[in-house]
């Protein structure tokens, strides 16, 4: 479902990917097969250690880019939620030093500071793909304990608690990179203080206002009967 | 049906309200549970004095921003409809000192003077939203005569005499932003006089017009065999 | 299905109109009852004189800017459609010195000179619509031979031989707008020649592009079994 | 289905194109007649010779620009599919030195260099459209060894080894032009290195990455039970 709502809000296209820490199993994560994110089912998931190694004998074909999730997951043990895309409005940001610090009250779950990785630092010319733990542990460290990390002509790679949450990180992302762009064309932007940013995101990251919101997007992406 | 008309037409998301005053009890107003616009039907209507408490024995968990709506009703007996919305256009206008003032006949209905409430000037530091009716009261008084008050880093709050006003009056708000935006990027904005203002907003104001944009929205909305 | 159409594609939406010249009375037209575009249906049209009255013993409610079509068809014999319309992107336009001259070979259909008429110039502050003979032959005027015409804070009027015509013209004044628009921030805006507008303009509007055209608007609006 | 893809994601609308190199008869090609796109079926396709002849006693209308694509076959033998398409966000790259050159991976099937084409070069006032083959060898000429060719004032011409492969292409000159804009109004744009480009297209033009952006599609486009 994390999938369909996020191909439906054009965060994901046949590109990029949502997945989950295994509930049970603590060091494993849950992420479905390659294949694009709005056509996939219940039935495309498969089950990974977090040095991205295939659970049982799976002969589907994972994902590359899935080592960016297990980094994570080691190092950031109150993430239980990550997602990779390339939502559009974003790329602008993954080259230059504008800051994509919120502007406004729904987007403060993208959080204080938004660090940018760029696979030329340690890696020089590559395919743009991180397709290896060691691209994934260099990432998840310019990431550290931040809940948006950009990828210099790329993307970006998003963190949270949970399914819901991130889902909430991911667009927040997008719908600030829009208006901070608008912003600086007309003006000065003012970003939310260290303390609205806080407090705001504790509020919106709340059970409440997330199932809300997922109630919303299910809907919208044509789960209604649920 | 107006909160599935804004809805649809992209003024309110999962977050953001309709209400309207009660139309007997003309110190009560009715708006729905804390549930997404686009998903609610009538049941999910609630009953509310001007000071936001519930009527009757209802346990359902009413929109913490509820108090934004009482206050104004308190403050302005002409208005009978209230919006609180984040379309993203207007999100640039909320800090700085850009003027949002009509530049085209359709967003006349927005009036001659946009002002904007920050809730840093009262209440320092917050989660952004407006949970207290002393806020409510903070931005009834900014918001003074006029339409549309725009609140710093956050949205706007729209008023007017009736339901179908206030959509048109919301949808004003977002349909001038973007204009203005684009004009100041290749030239001046002349905004419109007072007096085309005045004349202009009375005309689309009245009756006909507004039934007949109401027919849009709401075939559009999916209501088509109403 | 005109309407039907401009209203799919964004060009018209509850207000703005098409009509076409009576294809037996010349000094006719036809044109709908007061009516959001996208609901109306065939028994909606109604017959007026150039100047504006009502053929026969209809009581509905007709457009108030009718006139702006009737004060055409007097002033130009090779016209038969007309349309009026706030398409977004071109309120930018409206207000300045810049130039909407097509900038790309679809757009060739807008022609060579876009004049803006400015209701200040002959009447002062008014409501902005154009709701009289006296302001349609004033806009008429201000149009001359050419294909559109701006309307200062308002929207435009586009003329043109055939419903099919109008329809491509209405479209290449918006899809003009936005790359003018776009090229402006990054560089000089290179318009097409004379030559160029005539030949290009000429091709589009021939019976088999506009056939084309149709085509794919009706199918887009609905209308696939026809 | 490529006609059908295109259409719906929004890269040709009523003009535009979409063909195939014949896979038996290399020096023939396989083009609609002349219609949108949008609606064409299987039974719309013709044969052409490189030189733009109908194969066997075919009644129907080409498309007049089809000599685009003859003339590409001829000089190209690595190239089994082309597009020609107005996708309105390159449009102003058509008429300046603004570099398209890739900025994020998903743009890197563009490749390195994007020519411009202008049809006054050569044949100065025309009416826009390439439709003899000695503008079709112009245009190629120019195209070269390349994978996009920008026409001014009109569009741009795709290449690639099939069908799966043109329409990621396609995709991209028009992904890549909307953040290159965007970002030339905040910052600079820091495009891609040639490792990168080279690396990045290959690994999205192989046939695994090919199959999972056309499996999202046509789903996308309807062909969902396919």
């Known amino acids: 479902m994390a999938n369909r709502i996020l191909s439906h809000e054009g965060i994901i296209d046949s590109f990029g990917h949502v997945n989950v820490r295994h509930p049970l199993h603590k060091d494993r994560y849950l992420l479905s097969r390659s294949r694009s994110p709005a056509n996939l089912t219940r039935g495309d998931i498969m089950e990974f250690t977090q040095d991205g190694e ?10 590359k880019e899935r080592h960016i999730h297990g980094a994570i997951y080691k190092d950031r043990p109150d993430v239980n939620a990550v997602t990779h ?5 974003i790329i602008p940001f993954t080259m230059n030093k504008v800051s994509l610090r919120p502007m406004f009250h729904m987007a403060a779950v993208i959080r204080k500071e938004i660090p940018t990785w760029d696979s030329q630092d340690e ?5 743009m793909l991180l397709d290896s733990m060691e691209m994934g542990h260099s990432l998840s460290k310019v990431l ?16 949270a608690q949970n399914l819901n949450a991130v889902c909430l990180v991911s667009m927040g992302a997008r719908d600030n ?4 762009h608008q912003t600086m064309q007309i003006g000065e932007v003012t970003a939310l203080t260290d303390g609205e940013i806080d407090m705001a995101s504790e509020l919106l990251l709340n ?20």
């Open 54 to 63: 295939k659970i049982g004998d799976d002969p589907r074909s994972p994902y």
């Open 85 to 89: 895309h390339h939502a559009r409005p």
């Open 123 to 127: 890696f020089g010319d590559t395919h």
């Open 144 to 159: 550290g304990q931040n809940s948006v990390a950009l990828l210099r002509g790329h993307g970006c790679v998003c963190v």
């Open 177 to 180: 990179a829009e208006p901070v």
């Open 207 to 226: 059970d409440m206002a997330l199932a809300r919101a997922w109630d919303y997007w299910i809907a919208r992406a044509g789960f209604a009967g649920l």
